[in-house]
């Protein structure tokens, strides 16, 4: 090799030493590039101990991998120790390598000051290193050891600003929580006294309080979330849930929110979407409303388009859906930059967004951990899209109808508030269970040794022993019991549903539960476990809702009091109800949509109710399902009730509604199973 060749091959060896941040594969690089330059069998780069950080491994890159089998690499080590050649190379004039010559090859030794070792590896084909060649080569390391330590430094300086921006949020989630706490006291406090006698004027400045404290704690949990997130506290929860339910609530609240701001809401669902998932449904709901508001704010015009669709998966296990919102008005250049995952605090505030920046930018990460993606495209009006992955849940398990009683079934009930466990108590010996109670967790341990119960509930926070402790103690001290263990918790708080999973707890509610929520729990709980089943999965309100049958409830009513009433039950039990007021939009909406159920008033203002009744009938084709039309009136004679039956309505219900009627009703005119009257 002569003098000019050494050096223009050192000259573009060096061009491969680079200003990288990430150090390891810089290195590995540059050991590729010198091994094919040179002509040499293997290269290698080792730390040392001395510029290694604390607590971590002195860096070892090796071209190729192989390279420690390597005969001559092992024979340099049989003379050598890294401490005795770091010293060595220390002494020598020039910084000029070592070199080990033999019949096989030679191997060179140049020091990386301030870094380690670079070790080189060539074969007795390449010919002995020239003088030329040994000068350039001690030069070049100079210059990767400079670049090493400059990629050191610049590596714990971003590892030091990261951990000074974790501090700083985990410090902003911590004061956020020590608000957070008398913000809310003031909410409660504020809707407990809306519920006393007030004087107008205190009920409206009352209102004023409720509302602007409430908007507060959504602004400090908005804060929590991003902090949750930057920190990497944040929890994903892991619930089963009905998509499908979901998105059809927050369609119709989203429709009633834009109505008020004289928008329309345009939604498209281009597929069947999953009615049997597993995710975290308060997440989503979250994303998809703070979306979609920001789409009423900044959408292009009166009309904004929703779109909802189920993708085609190649893992069985799980279903891909995807959202997507159509006319934006703002520019899609800064939406993009505040849904990119690495956007920061000092990134979310824009011109274009303003405070709706924040919200943005959570919702992004919050998809980033939802195991989803958002982005935008700039075709037509341009639109924003979001995909996530739910896990697939067998659909075949029906919801069984709540039972009445439970003779000779045994219950222990444990609060240490009085009056919550006596109404707990009053309701479970009304459905025929034998009670036993207990005010502490210790106090339901010692009961629950001399005998066994069907079903424990339980308050999250006892004294002694809180709800978590005392399941995992009942699951370890009485394992082959299959007791069902039911916590109903005075304050819910994320990653309690975990939990739950981890110390066997069955099922989940937040206080105060219905007896109707009670006895849907209590029905499923004390089902016999099919056998091909390992555990229950655990039961939730979101669960209830969706397990029970979901029917499109068409009522026509004149009254607001009892539009008011009927809504409000349909409602909770987890039916999509449209009131109308006259016989023409009757008629008219009967026409146009499909309902499962139809509730009438018999004296409507501009028309009788059977009328209309009669109307409906006529626009049912022939060999069609028939729709179930149910009367109502405050006239509660058997002339009423005839006088429907006689004109094809189905039943008569008098008003007011009797919610224990009004269901069973219901019920009567349903099919079990998943899909009603269909």
């Not at 050991?31 to 290694?52: F, K, Y």
């Not at 971590?56 to 071209?63: A, M, S």
């Not at 896990?391 to 009930?413: H, T």
Request: hydrophobic share 40%.
């Amino acid at each position: 090799m002569t003098p000019s060749n050494a050096y223009e091959l050192l000259g573009e060896l060096s061009r491969a030493i680079d200003d990288s941040l990430e150090l390891e594969p810089m290195l590995q690089r540059f050991l590729a590039e010198m091994v094919r330059l040179l002509d040499a069998s293997g290269a290698a780069v080792l730390e040392s101990p001395v510029s290694t950080p604390p607590e971590q491994p002195p860096l070892v890159c090796l071209h190729p991998e192989a390279l420690p089998r390597n005969p001559l690499y092992g024979a340099f080590w049989d003379d050598w120790s890294p401490s005795s050649l770091e010293t060595a190379l220390a002494e020598r004039p020039q910084g000029l390598p070592i070199l080990n010559a033999g019949e096989m090859g030679h191997v060179l030794a140049a020091r990386l000051p301030g870094f380690g070792l670079l070790i080189l590896v060539r074969p007795a084909t390449a010919g002995e290193p020239t003088s030329d060649l040994q000068q350039g080569l001690a030069l070049v390391a100079m210059m990767l050891a400079q670049a090493a330590r400059g990629a050191r430094r610049r590596t714990e300086l971003k590892h030091g600003i990261e951990s000074a921006y974790r501090a700083r949020n985990q410090r902003l989630a911590d004061i956020g929580y020590e608000i957070r706490v008398p913000v809310k006291d003031i909410l409660e406090l504020s809707e407990l006294t809306l519920h006393t006698s007030l004087e107008q004027t205190q009920r409206h400045y009352l209102d004023l309080i409720r509302s602007a404290t409430a908007r507060l704690l959504g602004q400090i949990d908005e804060l929590l979330d991003f902090a949750r997130i930057e920190t990497g506290q944040m929890t994903i929860e892991q619930i089963p849930f009905n998509p499908s339910v979901l998105i059809a609530d927050l369609i119709d609240a989203l429709t009633t929110n834009a109505g008020r701001q004289g928008r329309e809401i345009h939604y498209e669902r281009l597929d069947a979407l999953p009615t049997h998932s597993q995710g975290d449904p308060g997440r989503i709901r979250q994303v998809l409303t703070t979306l979609w508001n920001a789409a009423l704010v900044f959408g292009q015009d009166d009309k904004l388009r929703v779109q909802a669709r189920r993708l085609t998966s190649e893992d069985p296990s799980l279903d891909w859906i995807q959202f997507s919102i159509l006319g934006f008005r703002r520019p899609l250049t800064e939406l993009q930059r505040l849904i990119d995952p690495a956007a920061t605090t000092e990134a979310v505030q824009t011109p274009a967004f303003g405070h709706s920046g924040l919200r943005l930018t959570t919702c992004a990460r919050l998809v980033e951990r939802l195991g989803g993606r958002m982005w935008t495209e700039t075709q037509d009006s341009g639109s924003l899209h979001l995909m996530l992955p739910l896990i697939r849940l067998d659909s075949s398990e029906a919801a069984p109808r709540p039972l009445a009683s439970w003779p000779g079934r045994r219950a222990l009930l444990v609060d240490d508030q009085t009056i919550a466990r006596r109404t707990l108590a009053y309701w479970f010996k009304h459905w025929g269970f034998e009670v036993q109670e207990a005010s502490t967790g210790r106090q339901a341990l010692d009961l629950a040794q001399g005998q066994g119960f069907d079903v424990y509930v339980f308050d999250s926070t006892l004294p002694e022993l809180d709800g978590f402790e005392l399941a995992a103690r009942l699951r370890e001290e009485r394992p082959t019991e299959r007791s069902a263990l039911l916590m109903l918790a005075s304050i819910g708080q994320r990653g309690d549903a975990q939990r739950c999973r981890e110390v066997g707890i069955d099922a989940f509610l937040t206080k105060p539960a219905s007896p109707r929520e009670l006895r849907e729990l209590l029905t499923r709980l004390l089902m016999p476990l099919d056998a091909s089943r390992q555990a229950r999965p655990l039961l939730t309100r979101h669960t209830l809702v969706e397990y029970r049958q979901r029917l499109r409830i068409l009522l026509v009513e004149s009254g607001l009091l009892h539009q008011k009433l009927a809504s409000t039950l349909l409602q909770e039990w987890g039916h999509e109800t449209l009131i109308v007021n006259s016989g023409g939009l009757a008629i008219e909406q009967f026409r146009s949509e499909a309902y499962d159920l139809v509730f009438l008033d018999l004296y409507l203002p501009d028309v009788d109710g059977i009328e209309v009744a009669r109307a409906m009938r006529r626009l049912e084709e022939p060999g069609a399902r028939r729709t179930p039309i149910i009367g109502l009136s405050t006239l509660g004679l058997d002339s009423e009730r005839e006088r429907c039956l006689e004109f094809g309505l189905d039943a008569h219900i008098v008003k007011p509604l009797n919610p224990t009627i009004l269901e069973e009703l219901i019920q009567r005119f349903v099919r079990h199973g998943d899909d009603p009257l269909e």
